[in-house]
């Protein structure tokens, strides 16, 4: 059987009604009536030395190499580090928060590799969980490590989370791929709220989706327009950043610069990234300034 990688995406597993009132006045504490959560098969492929997680559909839900568990494979999802161009998980008490855990990638790579942050993931489905640990390469909890069931509109409108997050990475796709499944501005605000200043969010979403309008619009405007875009890659992932904070005005070489201490330090692509960043939003071309 062929593989399809089409839509690389870490995700939760159950759609879910929007949380909130999609409008621009809207409160973000206010919530719709829920569902149970219906969660699709967690299944497993392996292709040419690589792992797959599927939700018992050919999409692609995460990805591990298994001669490099703790490296991550697919390039949208290193696109979720750029963050990394602007803080360093070095800080005291640095948090990395990641809302749908998918194959780990992103949770086992910032557990390695940032030995004084603290890294919590946020998971609504258990079977995603027991997959992550058991195929995956996820380690148990320890005094770093947090792996939270936990729906992730709760996490974000918890009070205990205000301001509580350096990096907020965001993943929350269904098992067909729709679009997220939490994307009104009253979670994009409530995304926000969980971040410290300065604080950034990245964000999963399908450029050639009707989804990606919306989203970016939402997003900007729970973000004061603070967004930055990566071109799309596979076969239809744009990674947005959002900052909170301070404004930010740096020359693109200091930029560079920066990119050559994240690339030496974790082997990712972090040049490309400001290239990409550099190339794909309008009138940052001088230096960057938002």
Not at 96 to 111: D, E, I, N, P, Y
Request: proline letters at 5%.
């Amino acid at each position: 059987m062929t593989l399809l990688k089409r839509k690389s995406i870490e995700a939760v597993a159950s759609r879910r009604p929007a949380r909130g009132i999609r409008t621009r006045g809207e409160r973000p504490g206010q919530d719709e009536k829920r569902m149970t959560p219906r969660f699709a098969p967690v299944t497993f492929s392996e292709m040419d030395g690589v792992r797959y997680l599927h939700f018992g559909t050919e999409w692609v839900q995460g990805a591990m190499r298994l001669r490099k568990p703790d490296a991550i494979e697919l390039e949208y999802a290193q696109q979720m580090m750029a963050w990394l161009l602007f803080l360093s998980p070095s800080a005291p008490d640095f948090h990395v928060a990641q809302l749908g855990l998918g194959a780990a990638a992103l949770t086992k790579f910032s557990h390695r590799h940032f030995a004084r942050a603290r890294v919590t993931a946020v998971e609504l489905n258990p079977a995603v969980i027991i997959a992550g640990r058991s195929m995956f390469g996820l380690r148990e909890d320890d005094a770093r490590l947090s792996v939270r069931e936990q729906d992730a509109w709760d996490y974000v409108m918890d009070a205990t989370s205000t301001e509580s997050v350096d990096a907020l990475q965001v993943d929350l796709y269904d098992a067909t791929a729709r679009g997220p499944v939490l994307d009104t501005t009253a979670f994009y605000r409530a995304c926000r709220r969980t971040l410290k200043s300065p604080g950034v969010m990245t964000i999963n979403l399908f450029g050639d989706h009707d989804s990606f309008p919306k989203n970016i619009e939402r997003i900007c405007d729970a973000f004061d327009n603070r967004v930055l875009v990566f071109p799309e890659v596979h076969d239809g992932n744009v990674i947005a950043l959002a900052f909170n904070g301070p404004p930010i005005d740096v020359s693109w070489e200091t930029l560079e610069a920066r990119a050559d201490v994240v690339e030496q330090a974790t082997g990712l692509p972090a040049r490309d990234w400001v290239n990409k960043l550099r190339a794909a939003n309008a009138r940052q071309e001088a230096k960057l300034v938002i």
